[in-house]
Nanobody, 120 residues
Framework: QVQLVESGGGLVQAGGSLRLSCAAS????????MGWFRQAPGKEREFVAV????????YYADSVKGRFTISRDNAKNTVYLQMNSLKPEDTAVYYC?????????????WGQGTQVTVSS
């Protein structure tokens, strides 16, 4: 069982930056692929970024490529999402998720989400 807790969301002006954190419980964090997803009001949840078990491989949605960076610190059981050059369309609830496999259709564990609001 893995419990995930996101933090770092908030209100920011367009062009600004935020860093989200996701702290995981347990001693097997390094065995999980970690992903970030987001859901805007009235829209489906969408993929944002994913990072491999040791952090060596990352992949991003086209909408955030070049602006967002996913990273992880396995010693701290934490995954991060650095978000730069934020746009109003980035406004959403952001969720982190964990799964043992790469390219999973459905992640096994999810956090409760953190709200990011970007004002124009």
């Amino acid at each position: 069982q893995v419990q995930l807790v996101e933090s770092g969301g908030g209100l920011v002006q367009a062009g600004g930056s935020l860093r989200l954190s996701c702290a995981a419980s347990g001693r097997t964090f390094s065995r999980y692929v970690m992903g970030w997803f987001r859901q805007a009001p009235g829209k489906e949840r969408e993929f944002v970024a994913v990072i491999s078990w040791n952090g060596g491989t990352t992949y991003y949605a086209d909408s955030v490529k070049g602006r967002f960076t996913i990273s992880r610190d396995n010693a701290k059981n934490t995954v991060y999402l650095q978000m730069n050059s934020l746009k109003p369309e980035d406004t959403a609830v952001y969720y982190c998720a964990a799964d043992r496999t790469w390219a999973a259709d459905e992640y096994d564990y999810w956090g409760q989400g953190t709200q990011v609001t970007v004002s124009s």
